[in-house]
Structure formats: structure tokens, C-alpha cells
């Protein structure tokens, strides 16, 4: 079940706790259904697929493979409600991140199985779901 809220006035030190909290409980779903998964610069979750990975001692294919990762972000959206978003890179080297809409920052239980599909490897059996995240 998503959580409330927090009450009381919205400063940029509650988004921060918040947000805080939020990427946190995303980083553990996500390792309960058995991904890497780490905060990164406070509103940042990184994500990777340990099944992804070029085998050990093979510089070459480390270098041309670095696995099945995704970054997602928590932030507010244009009407100031937190989400979580997709960050893709640009369309070229120079270019700023793209971010997409993942859904409700709240949605920890939608966020990690969107997140866990799309790092799913071919033949692997799908992951269960906790229940707690939901």
C-alpha cells in the first residue's frame, strides 16, 4: 500500500527527507527481487541485472558490455508531484539527459516491476514480488 504523504509545508529540506526515503525503499524492493541497486546523488536509484553481466576476467567483453543497467530519478513533475523517471541519455555525447515518466514516486510496488522487466534477461523466470512494497 503506498504511503501518505508527508503533513505539513512543502520546503526543499521535506522533498529532500522525502525523496530520501523514497529512493531507499525502491533500492531494497528492488534487491528483494534480486538486483543490484544503489542510490546515486541522493535522487538517483542505479539499477543492474547481476544475470547481465560479461563473464569474470574478460576485459574485452567489459568493455563492449557493460551489462543491463538503468538509472531512474525521483523528482517533481511539472505540477509538482514526486515521480520516479526513466533517464535516458541524450541523443547525442553533448547532450543533457532525457528524463520520462515512470510513474507515482509513492508506487514503490509499479516502480521496481517496471524496472525489473525491463532488466529481465531472456529464459530468466520471472521475479516474485514482495509483499511489503505494495
Request: glycine fraction near 8%; hydrophobic fraction near 35%; include cysteine.
Amino acid at each position: 500500500m503506498p504511503s501518505s504523504p508527508a503533513v505539513g509545508p512543502v520546503t526543499p529540506a521535506s522533498v529532500e527527507a522525502r525523496t530520501s526515503q523514497l529512493t531507499e525503499r525502491l533500492t531494497a524492493a528492488l534487491t528483494a527481487r534480486g538486483l543490484r541497486a544503489r542510490v546515486s546523488r541522493g535522487a538517483w536509484v542505479l539499477a543492474s541485472n547481476p544475470a547481465g553481466d560479461p563473464p569474470d576476467g574478460d576485459h574485452h567483453a567489459k568493455a563492449l558490455n557493460p551489462g543491463l543497467r538503468q538509472t531512474v530519478m525521483c523528482g517533481a513533475d511539472g505540477d509538482g508531484r514526486l515521480m520516479w523517471f526513466w533517464q535516458w541519455s541524450g541523443p547525442t555525447c553533448d547532450s543533457p539527459p532525457e528524463y520520462e515518466p515512470l510513474c507515482a514516486a509513492d508506487d514503490i510496488f509499479q516502480a521496481a516491476e517496471k524496472i525489473t522487466r525491463v532488466l529481465r534477461v531472456a529464459g530468466e523466470p520471472p521475479r516474485s514480488a514482495p509483499r511489503e512494497d505494495r
